[in-house]
């Protein structure tokens, strides 16, 4: 039965417990063709992810991810999607600088990508230790690309956990 978007945004927690469930490569396109669209400042798209389902690729791009010896449960992902930075490209005539909206655009799509792999089944993690140049050599980002996220993906049989947040009241005021 399909999950209704509050099912989801339950069950989606950070995994970091992943089982030896591979995950197909189909898979992982319909995450990405979900999460691509994303809303972005004036929809500059400022973005290329990088899916990465290969072993020795996992491998290299786990110990990109895992800094000072943090994010050791990456071994176990079955994929990752690297999130490249790119500077917002504006349509001609268009003089908006939107580039200090990249950030907030790279957080739209690392939602849609963990609540798109939710929908399938998938587990995920996003990841914010990244090693600039263990990245750039792991995936092969262009000249001018960053990464500062990346999501862990795989399957999990870690039981759904209650959600730790502030209260209401403190995240929020209806006036
Ligand atoms: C920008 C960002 C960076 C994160 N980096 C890491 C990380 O490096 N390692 C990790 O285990 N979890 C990381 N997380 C996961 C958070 O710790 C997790 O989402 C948060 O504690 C809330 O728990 P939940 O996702 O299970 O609801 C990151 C989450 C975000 C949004």
Not at 28 to 55: D, F, G, H, R
Not at 148 to 166: E, M
Request: proline share 3%.
């Amino acid at each position: 039965m399909k999950k209704t978007f509050n099912d989801l945004i339950l069950s989606r927690q950070a995994c970091r417990e992943f089982n030896d469930v591979a995950l197909s490569k189909e898979t992982v396109l319909e995450i990405l063709k979900q999460a691509k669209l994303a809303p972005s400042a004036c929809n500059s798209q400022p973005w290329k992810m990088y899916a990465v389902t290969t072993p020795e690729n996992i491998e290299k791009t786990a110990i990109a991810l895992g800094v000072n010896g943090h994010n050791k449960f990456l071994s176990k992902a079955k994929a990752f999607i690297v999130l490249a930075e790119k500077k917002a490209v504006l349509k001609p005539g268009v003089t908006f600088d939107g580039h200090h909206f990249v950030k907030y655009d790279i957080g739209q799509i690392s939602a849609y990508i963990t609540l798109s792999a939710k929908s399938l089944g998938v587990d995920s993690c996003i990841i914010g230790m990244v090693d600039q140049n263990l990245i750039k050599d792991a995936v092969g980002l262009c000249d001018g690309e960053i990464c500062n996220i990346a999501i862990a993906l795989g399957y999990s049989d870690i039981p759904v956990r209650d959600k730790i947040r502030k209260t209401d009241d403190q995240v929020f005021t209806i006036i």
